[in-house]
């Protein structure tokens, strides 16, 4: 499979994924699930197809974790419609792994098979992986708490219940993903733990979702502050992803800048 | 202000009386050295601070303080501390010497030490308070705060006592000196002799995989063979035996390997606590977050 080959299953997913959306909104079940899930199968045939022409995970460049995180946006959303049967969500997943499949096929990125010893690990795939999908649900829950602070009055309980509960998986995903890496680290480098840019903001933006968490149930009445809240730690969980690669005091210091040539 | 039950208000302001008693601290005696905190010193520290927290655990049903900071309205605003002064880190260049005064060396700065102390203690108090009112629904929440203090203390308190070293061995000759990131030359105690250094490139001549051949020979007569490289590292006596490096000059002639040693005796404490931290997330998303409502 060769990255030329992407605008043809993306497109065609993100076709699948559109028609889901739509018959959410006409609530006819069944081919919600049959467009979404199809949509999911052929943009994973992709992923896999570029895993084995590369001969290695497709995990290595930002090109590649957008990859992963446009497939686990509608993941994600069909998670959140079978359990809150949200008809707008499938239209927000859609949407935005849309904007992230156009990033892709403007700045496709480097994909060369080469894959730096460092990196070839057991604990690569997962610890990636775990991460993106954890941005997966985090960015819905920003979402959320993006809509929910525009309506403000009108916000429903179950509209609160449902950023928790996208906090609290995303959260649990975010600390798997650390916790890899730390893992990782000690049989790579022999340190769990270094305080890298990268690994600094990756603390910072857990110990913000934990602040959401302990405000939540501390002040349940107070869910706008941590609507806010949210928001900040949406923010850094973007400069631990891409944006340490523009901040002064990570230049030339992060040992998690790979795609670097 | 002060009157029960306390709000949040109480709980920022500890936290700046913290930030304050760190700042005197830091003119008082300077950046932290946390080099003086090798063993026994971290064996002290640590009975003294599990001493302080089961006291704060004792009276807290009669000092109204303590008993405070074992909920969430405690938690706020520590962890608000804590993830302000993480960011700020973040923000300003880490560096070893020199920098912006303070700020430059967080890690040795003490209100930053000081609220991830204060949040380790809290942290403590709750997994104790939930703890003795066992209740099987009480574990997750139980490894989820007890695992960070496990994980954070042993990482904190153990840092000293790691010794990290470089050795550099050419082919046929065991080398058993080491040099540490300052240039002292150690003797850790075991030998490393090279019989073949091996390195495939890819097409545009960046590693593929480097590997040594090696027998590390020790102290008490132990002559263990193996071949480390990258992510694979190879355990002798306690030491750790990492592929660091070779000389990039002459890629795949290159006449030696460099090793990389790491001896961390807390290292066992760090895994209980991560895997600990690794259960409890997964409670967190199984068992702790709120029902989904379906109108």
Known sequence: MSWDSFVWFALTAVLLWAAGAFFAWKERKPLVYACTLTGIALFFAFILGMWISLERPPLRTMGETRLWYSFFLPVAGIIVYSRWRYKWILSFSTLLSFVFICVNLLKPGIHSKSLMPALQSPWFAPHVIVYMFSYALLGAATVMAVYMLIRKGKTTEKEINLTDNLVYVGLAFLTFGMLFGALWAKEAWGTYWAWDPKETWAAATWLCYLVYMHLRKAKPGEWQTACVILLVSFVCLQICWWGINYLPSAQGLSIHTYNVK | ?295
Request: proline share 6%; with cysteine.
């Open chain 2, 1 to 295: 202000m002060w009157v029960k039950p306390w709000k949040m208000k109480e709980g920022f302001l500890i936290g700046g009386g913290l930030l304050f008693a760190g700042m005197l601290l830091q003119v008082a005696t300077g950046p932290i050295r946390w080099e003086l905190f090798a063993w026994p010193v971290n064996l002290i520290v640590l009975i003294l601070l599990l001493a302080a927290v089961g006291v704060m655990f004792a009276l807290g049903r009669k000092v109204y303080a303590f008993e405070w900071m074992m909920h969430e309205g405690a938690a706020v605003p520590c962890l608000v501390y804590a993830a302000a002064l993480t960011i700020l880190m973040g923000l300003l260049p880490q560096v070893r010497v020199g920098g912006m005064p303070w700020l430059s060396q967080m890690l040795r700065f003490w209100p930053f030490v000081l609220i991830w102390t204060w949040m380790m203690v809290i942290s403590a108090l709750a997994a104790l308070n939930h703890l003795l009112r066992w209740k099987v629904k009480e574990i997750p929440f139980i490894l989820n705060h007890l695992g960070v203090v496990v994980a954070i203390v042993s990482a904190t308190l153990g840092s000293a006592d790691t010794q990290s070293l470089q050795l550099t061995a050419f082919t046929g000759e065991p080398e058993w000196r080491a040099v540490d990131d300052a240039g002292t030359v150690h003797e850790p105690g075991l030998a490393i002799e090279l019989h073949k250094f091996t390195l495939e490139e890819y097409p545009d001549h960046t590693p593929k995989r480097f590997a040594s051949d090696i027998t590390v020979y020790t102290e008490d007569g132990k002559a263990v063979q193996g071949t480390v490289e990258v992510n694979k590292p190879l355990k002798v006596n306690g030491w750790k035996v990492y592929q660091y490096g070779y000389d990039v000059k002459y890629g795949t002639e290159s006449p030696y390997s460099v090793f990389q040693l790491v001896h961390d005796p807390w290292i066992l404490w760090v895994y209980i606590g991560i895997f600990m931290m690794i259960a409890g997330a997964l409670c967190l998303m199984l068992f702790m977050a709120p029902k989904p409502m379906r109108s």
